[in-house]
């Protein structure tokens, strides 16, 4: 499976982003596409996930409440729509895939990861 997440850029404060992530390859085999961030001198960092067949959502508190995840399993792809940012939210935006009927929180649980894409909010 190969990922590819697009739609970062410059972006400011109080403004929202729209991520989109392509998979290509064996989609049939995605139980769930997760979000991740990493922030400069950071931990990769869980955002939340969906789940590819039944379009089950799961939020980190941290961004509850300002973010949807989405799917479109025709299309193949995946959405992260997070609203409300401010420079804590500068990061590279990974999607990453999970193929053994699990998503979690943890990175070890995402099989296949996209190369990610900078999201820079500035004040």
């Known amino acids: 499976v190969q990922l590819q997440a697009c739609g970062g850029g410059s972006v400011q404060t109080g403004d929202s982003l729209r991520l989109s992530c392509a998979a290509s390859?064996?989609?049939?085999?995605?139980?769930?596409m997760g979000w991740f961030r990493q922030a400069p001198g950071k931990d990769r960092e869980f955002i939340g996930a969906?789940?590819?067949?039944?379009?089950?959502?799961y939020y980190a508190d941290s961004v509850k409440g300002r973010t949807t995840i989405s799917r479109d399993n025709a299309k193949n792809q995946a959405y992260l729509q997070m609203d409300s940012l401010g420079p804590e939210d500068t990061a590279v935006y990974y999607c990453a895939s999970s193929h053994r009927g699990i998503a979690t929180a943890e990175l070890q649980s995402y099989h296949y990861w996209g190369r990610g894409t900078l999201v820079t909010v500035s004040s």
């Open positions: 969906v789940t590819w067949k039944g379009g089950s959502t």
């Open positions: 390859g064996r989609t049939s085999s995605i139980y769930a």
